[in-house]
């Protein structure tokens, strides 16, 4: 049976991954409300009650098996600057750790984008997915009409394979609407080739 991903915090010089936990849940609104109109295609509470609601349901989810959150923390200034998590997680062999899951849910703070925490934390992301957890793909998922979402994507290195139709759900609509989702993934035979590209990026 799946057991929980254990918490963990992922280092590097930008950026520090640490658990998400409630105590996040002010830092985090303030994040997302230095500007949000980046946040048109994604989910980011612009209150406090509504970013608890958020970081509970994250928690719920990783003890279902389902995900592991982290808070995005800057290292220059120790600043809560947004959120990230591991999710989709498969199992096919019925080992403790996934075979395969998923990057999303990352959102930062308009002070924080453009810098080098975005790249850095996917490194860390990547890292960790592969040499510790030794899964076999890592995909990367994005509403389709996300244009920035999708090179922010393909800068990293990953494959993009299609696109899922009405898959998941938009979030700028009034009712419930079925999204269009781009799909790129990082194999583990790829890794050594992607984190090369990525460490000389973030040595820039």
Same mark, same amino acid.
């Given at each position: 049976?799946? =057991? ?23 830092? /985090? ?6 500007? =949000?109109? &980046? ?7 612009? %209150? ?18 389902? #995900? ?24 096919? =062999? ?24 975005? %790249?850095?934390?996917?490194? /860390? ?7 510790? /957890?030794?899964?076999? $793909?890592?995909?990367?998922? %994005?509403?389709?009409?996300? %244009?920035?979402?999708? &090179? ?12 899922? $139709? ?12 079925? $999204? ?17 590209? #990525? ?6």
């Amino acid at each position: 049976m799946p =057991r929980p991903l254990a918490p963990v915090t992922l280092a590097g010089r930008h950026v520090r991954l640490e658990p998400l936990s409630c105590d996040h849940a002010e830092a /985090l609104t303030a994040a997302a409300n230095e500007d =949000r109109s &980046t946040y048109g295609l994604t989910p980011v509470p612009d %209150t406090v009650a509504a970013m608890r609601e958020y970081i509970d349901h994250a928690l719920d989810g990783r003890a279902r098996c389902d #995900l592991l959150p982290f808070a995005q923390v800057a290292v220059a200034g120790g600043r809560v600057v947004g959120s990230t998590r591991y999710l989709d997680l498969q199992w096919h =062999r019925g080992l403790d750790t996934p075979d395969e899951l998923e990057i999303g849910a990352t959102w930062l703070a308009a002070s924080a984008q453009r810098t080098g925490i975005n %790249t850095e934390a996917k490194y /860390l992301l990547l890292q960790y997915a592969f040499e510790q /957890l030794g899964v076999w $793909r890592v995909a990367i998922c %994005t509403d389709a009409r996300n %244009t920035r979402s999708r &090179t922010a994507i393909e800068r990293i290195g990953a494959t993009f394979e299609g696109v899922l $139709r009405n898959h998941r759900v938009a979030w700028d609509t009034a009712e419930p609407t079925p $999204r269009q989702t781009a799909v790129y993934s990082i194999i583990d035979e790829e890794w050594p080739g992607v984190a090369a590209r #990525l460490r000389e990026k973030l040595d820039r």
